[in-house]
Structure formats: structure tokens, C-alpha cells
């Protein structure tokens, strides 16, 4: 049985202050969570010092919305993943769609940071994921094998245990519009066929492939009891800790 694994996006939500009421009202909305369920929390650079020791003790687990492809050095603006080490982060999510698009982060890039995040010890979540123009070509398959192809490139099976995959249809993101459960079985079924082809089966089995794009309490159990949907990266519905808490308790027992 694959770990099943919520992870949270503020996004760029929520000053220093902020951020402890928020974590405050998860640790009490959630003091446990489900047997085999991991929770993961990505505020942004300047709480995640703040939120690290606010969820010491608790079963929330810090990670970061993005990290730097260097160690150090002149980059300006940029957040190293010893940094992000230094603060308790176990986790960081690369390649959002909002990278992508914003931030021109191209595959290869993702892929540069998600060998250095390993070479760290820090677990990926790298992101995938189809606009709606690409849907409506019929192209989902295509475009989301080549960003899993691209994004890892050159990894091999032994660090695979630390890759987290999040299937997210950029045409889901904060825009209220969710993939029907059957939409996005038919993509993780896709992604862990192309990854059994990169590696084998035994170890697509065991990939935690996450769902992404305006999953909220009212929805998320239609989505989470898919076969292949092991969890997913949740934005908005995050930033209040009872709709983060629902979505938690709506995973598949
Ligand atoms: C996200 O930011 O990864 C996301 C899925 O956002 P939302 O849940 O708001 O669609």
C-alpha cells in the first residue's frame, strides 16, 4: 500500500504572523493524522523558519515551494536546499505549473533541481501537468510523459524513493474547475506507466503520484479513492486549517 501524502501550497500567502495562527489551528484541527497518511506543509521562504518550530512535536511535516539549482553563490534572490535543510524542511515543490509559466522553468531545469534536492536528502515533489489548450488537442498523454521523461532524466532507481510525483492540470489551478475523478485516474495511470518504462513496475508501484487543482472537502474523496491517486497538493483550500483538516480526513482508509 502506497503512503498517502497532503501536501499544502500557501503560494505566496501568509506573513510571519499569519503563519503561526495558521499552524496553530492545524496542529489543534489535526493532532494525528490517519494511519498512513504523511501531511506536508510549503508556506513561503520568510515562514518557513517560523512554521519549522511551530510544527516540532506535531504530525505536519515542513517542505518549500521552490529551491535553487546551485549550492550558493552570486543568485541573487535565490534559496539554497541546504537553506531549506537548515530550517526543517524535509520537502520542496519543483516545477509548479506557476514556474513553469511565470518563471520560465523549462524540464530541464526541474530536473537539475530535483538532483540537487536529492543530492541533499530533501524529497521532491515535482509537478506535471497539461494546459487546457494542450487537453483539448488530445495531447494530456503526450505533454505529461514528456515532462516526467525531461524532469527525470538521469535519476536512477535508488533515489526514486525520494520523488513524489503531483499530476496538476494547469486548467484546475485556483480556477475552481477539478478533473473528474476519471480524468485524473486516466493521467496517473499514464505517469506511472511511463514510469514503469523509465525504471520497472515494482517501483512505479510504490510512487506516490498526488493529484492537483482546486481539490477542496467537498470533492477530495471522489478524487482520493482513485486507484492511482495517492494523495494530493491542495492550494487555496489549504490557507484555512478546517478545509486543509477536511481534505485530510476525506483520504481513502
Ligand atoms: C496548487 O497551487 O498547486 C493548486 C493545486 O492550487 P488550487 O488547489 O488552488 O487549485
Known amino acids: ?13 501568509k506573513d510571519v ?12 484541527a489535526m493532532p494525528q493524522l490517519p494511519a498512513n497518511v504523511v501531511s506536508v ?28 539549482q546551485h ?6 534572490g535565490e534559496i539554497s536546499g541546504k537553506m531549506l535543510k537548515a530550517v526543517g524542511c524535509e520537502y520542496v515543490i519543483l516545477g509548479h505549473s506557476e514556474r513553469r509559466q511565470y518563471y520560465g522553468e523549462t524540464n530541464e531545469l526541474i530536473n537539475q533541481k530535483a538532483k540537487k534536492a536529492l543530492s541533499l536528502g530533501l524529497i521532491s515533489i515535482i509537478c506535471v501537468g497539461e494546459t487546457l489548450q494542450e487537453r483539448e488537442a488530445g495531447i494530456t498523454g503526450q505533454v505529461v510523459t514528456t515532462q516526467i521523461k525531461g524532469t527525470l532524466l538521469g535519476i536512477g532507481p535508488q533515489d526514486m524513493a525520494k520523488i513524489v510525483v503531483a499530476y496538476e492540470p494547469v486548467w484546475a489551478i485556483g480556477t475552481g474547475r477539478v478533473a473528474t475523478p476519471q480524468q485524473a485516474q486516466e493521467v496517473h495511470q499514464i505517469l506511472r506507466k511511463q514510469i514503469a518504462q523509465l525504471y520497472d513496475w515494482a517501483l512505479a508501484e510504490r510512487i506516490v503520484i498526488q493529484y492537483g487543482g482546486s481539490v477542496k472537502p467537498d470533492n477530495a474523496a471522489d478524487i482520493l479513492t482513485q486507484s492511482d491517486v495517492d494523495g494530493a497538493l491542495v492550494g487555496g483550500a489549504c490557507l484555512k486549517a478546517d478545509s486543509f483538516a477536511a481534505i485530510i480526513k476525506a483520504t481513502k482508509p
Open 1 to 13: 500500500m502506497r503512503t498517502i501524502i497532503i501536501a499544502g501550497n500557501w503560494k505566496m500567502y
Open 71 to 76: 549550492d550558493e553563490g552570486a543568485h541573487t
Open 17 to 28: 504572523q499569519e503563519t503561526m495562527d495558521l499552524v496553530t489551528q492545524l496542529k489543534a
Open 41 to 68: 506543509i510549503c508556506p513561503p521562504f520568510t515562514s518557513l523558519q517560523t512554521a519549522g518550530a511551530a510544527l516540532r512535536g506535531s504530525a505536519f511535516k515542513l517542505g518549500a515551494q521552490n529551491m535553487s
